[in-house]
């Protein structure tokens, strides 16, 4: 069974520093990495998707490697703001579902 | 466009009573996943469709669940005679393809109380 952690579980900086974000996961055997925002009460929005033949995907401040044989993925986030502060979820996919960590809830204060 | 869409968005019942949960998909998307997101467990997956059939039903957790879908659009997840456990957010999510470089997007949830 997949099993996926995320570290640190809860962060706080101040704005404008950069965030870093952990993932691992126990399987190799994955097809692609997705992490998510979620907002206290909302869904999930997806940010980025790594396939896994990819090491990294970028989008705008956001960028995410993926080192898919030590089951590892890391999320950065450049020049934070407060409106970052949210929890963000990692996840794997491999036989069509999602196997997601608990999250990392992320506080930027201002 | 609009996005995936669930109803409804908050659900309180009573022990026992059976309760039908809703989820409109994006227009197109042939695939459909139902999630469970509780404080004690996380995020777990429930069910999966492509098109009208469930390849894999592995993750509902008792034969009091049980889901559909018709014409390879809206889904209803059916939980009979609920219990206190079964209180959570239940998420649904799409994705266009089978392709394994779709990803799922997700609706906003409901929340399920049972009192």
């Known amino acids: 069974k997949q099993e996926v952690t995320q570290i640190p579980a809860a962060l706080s900086v101040p704005e404008g520093e950069n965030l870093v974000l952990n993932c691992s996961f126990t399987?190799?055997?994955?097809?692609?990495l997705q992490w998510f925002r979620q907002d206290p009460g909302k869904g999930l929005t997806s940010l980025l998707l790594?396939?896994?033949?990819?090491r990294e995907q970028t989008s705008g401040r956001l960028n995410a490697s993926l080192d898919k044989s030590s089951g590892r993925s890391t999320l950065y986030i450049a020049a934070s703001q407060p409106g970052d502060s949210a929890t963000y979820l990692c996840a794997v996919e491999d036989d069509y579902k999602l196997s997601f960590g608990a999250g990392t809830t992320v506080t930027v204060r201002a | 466009g609009a996005g995936v869409s669930q109803s409804p968005s908050n659900k309180v019942t009573e022990k026992g009573k059976d309760v039908e949960l809703r989820c409109d998909p994006i227009s197109g998307h042939t695939a459909l996943y139902w999630y469970r997101q509780s404080l004690g467990q996380g995020l777990e997956f429930l069910i999966y469709?492509?098109?009208?059939?469930?390849?894999?039903k592995s993750g509902l957790p008792s034969d009091r669940f049980s889901a559909e879908r018709t014409g390879g659009s809206v889904s209803t997840l059916t939980i009979q005679r609920t219990q206190q456990e079964d209180s959570a957010v239940y998420l649904c999510?799409?994705?266009?393809?089978?392709?394994?470089?779709?990803?799922?997007?997700f609706g906003p949830g409901t929340r399920l109380t049972v009192t």
């Open positions: 999510a799409s994705t266009l393809t089978r392709d394994r470089a779709s990803e799922q997007y």
């Open positions: 469709f492509q098109g009208n059939s469930a390849p894999d």
């Open positions: 399987d190799s055997a994955i097809y692609n």
């Open positions: 790594i396939q896994s033949s990819q």
